[in-house]
């Protein structure tokens, strides 16, 4: 879907850059006027109208040039997150069990959930004959689980496949980890203090609007995020959505989508905004 949604925007005369840090986020005053970006050490300034950003919050505060006030900082600082690493699996069966994914609770092993992606889609099987697994591993960012080596957990996904069960004599072809950090917005004890500062502090940019789980520091399913974003879209086109609306404590996307739409319409005589870079 990703694919398509890429080569669409290419089409309509837009860039997709993949493996692109943000270095800078230039403001002046409560305004974006740039983002300072670096692939294979070379920077990019893009400058732009409109800004979307579905980066975690703590990494949007903390690249603001020049820094917010240092209680929206320290705010930012107090956000906690935990983070996931994938373990996908090829093996030699085209069928191992009919689920989906699978929740583990066993305490036995350190996997928490399976997905058999041929299962979802043909189309996420290397090759006809084979299953592709993935084994999930929630964790924090820098603890063992996290820095074990590549090898060390293909070989332990591979063992707590056949300790569940769950690979039916197959064996494994291929290996590949996957590791993406602050996964996982964490709701402590304190966390809506905290949001609550960087929230209004956020609302009060002109042209500057964060979508999706990270965006917000929501636990949004993926529905509730793609939702996010384009509400966002149809913000630049001259409608007016609150997006902090949009969460799973609240409302499903169907009647989120319902109600915005008979609340909210485009005034006729706006004129159509300038494309806005996306911050991810």
Same mark, same amino acid.
């Given at each position: 879907?990703?694919?398509?949604?890429?080569?669409?925007?290419?089409?309509?005369?837009?860039?997709?850059?993949?493996?692109?840090?943000?270095?800078?986020?230039?403001?002046?005053?409560?305004?974006?006027?740039?983002?300072?970006?670096?692939?294979?050490?070379?920077?990019?300034?893009?400058?732009?109208?409109?800004?979307?950003?579905?980066? #975690? +919050?703590?990494? %949007?505060?903390?690249?603001?040039?020049?820094?917010?006030?240092? *209680?929206? &900082? !320290? =705010?930012?600082?107090?956000?906690?997150?935990?983070?996931?690493?994938?373990?996908?699996?090829?093996?030699?069966?085209?069928?191992?069990?009919?689920?989906?994914?699978?929740?583990?609770?066993?305490?036995?092993?350190?996997?928490?959930?399976?997905?058999?992606?041929?299962?979802?889609?043909?189309?996420?099987?290397?090759?006809?004959?084979?299953?592709?697994?993935?084994?999930?591993?929630?964790?924090?960012?820098?603890? #063992? +689980?996290?820095? %074990?080596?590549?090898?060390?957990?293909?070989?332990?996904?591979? *063992?707590? &496949? !056949? =300790?569940?069960?769950?690979?039916?004599?197959?064996?494994?072809?291929?290996?590949?980890?996957?590791?993406?950090?602050?996964?996982?917005?964490?709701?402590?004890?304190?966390?809506?203090?905290?949001?609550?500062?960087?929230?209004?502090?956020?609302?009060?940019?002109?042209?500057?609007?964060?979508?999706?789980?990270?965006?917000?520091?929501?636990?949004?399913?993926?529905?509730?995020?793609?939702?996010?974003?384009?509400? #966002?879209?149809?913000? %630049?086109?001259?409608?007016?959505?609150?997006?902090?609306?949009?969460?799973?404590?609240?409302?499903?996307?169907?009647?989120?989508?319902?109600?915005?739409?008979?609340?909210?319409?485009?005034?006729?005589?706006?004129?159509?905004?300038?494309?806005?870079?996306?911050?991810?």
């Amino acid at each position: 879907m990703w694919e398509c949604f890429g080569a669409a925007i290419e089409r309509g005369g837009g860039q997709v850059r993949l493996n692109t840090e943000v270095l800078q986020i230039k403001r002046d005053g409560m305004r974006v006027r740039s983002v300072i970006t670096q692939n294979a050490g070379q920077r990019i300034e893009v400058e732009g109208a409109r800004f979307i950003s579905s980066m #975690a +919050l703590v990494d %949007l505060i903390n690249r603001l040039d020049p820094p917010p006030p240092r *209680e929206v &900082l !320290a =705010a930012a600082a107090k956000l906690n997150y935990r983070s996931f690493l994938i373990v996908g699996l090829v093996l030699d069966r085209a069928n191992l069990f009919p689920d989906n994914w699978v929740y583990v609770h066993s305490a036995e092993v350190k996997v928490g959930r399976i997905q058999n992606f041929g299962n979802w889609s043909a189309a996420m099987v290397p090759q006809p004959g084979k299953t592709s697994i993935g084994m999930e591993y929630f964790c924090n960012e820098g603890d #063992a +689980l996290w820095t %074990l080596p590549d090898d060390q957990l293909i070989r332990l996904a591979t *063992e707590e &496949l !056949a =300790a569940l069960r769950l690979a039916g004599g197959a064996g494994v072809e291929d290996g590949v980890v996957i590791r993406q950090p602050r996964a996982y917005p964490v709701y402590d004890g304190e966390y809506r203090t905290q949001l609550g500062v960087i929230q209004d502090y956020i609302k009060r940019f002109e042209n500057l609007q964060t979508i999706g789980r990270n965006g917000m520091h929501r636990y949004n399913n993926q529905d509730h995020s793609m939702l996010t974003g384009i509400l #966002a879209v149809k913000n %630049l086109m001259g409608e007016s959505h609150d997006l902090w609306n949009v969460n799973t404590e609240r409302s499903y996307y169907e009647e989120f989508a319902a109600t915005a739409s008979k609340r909210s319409k485009p005034p006729e005589t706006e004129a159509a905004p300038d494309v806005a870079p996306h911050v991810a």
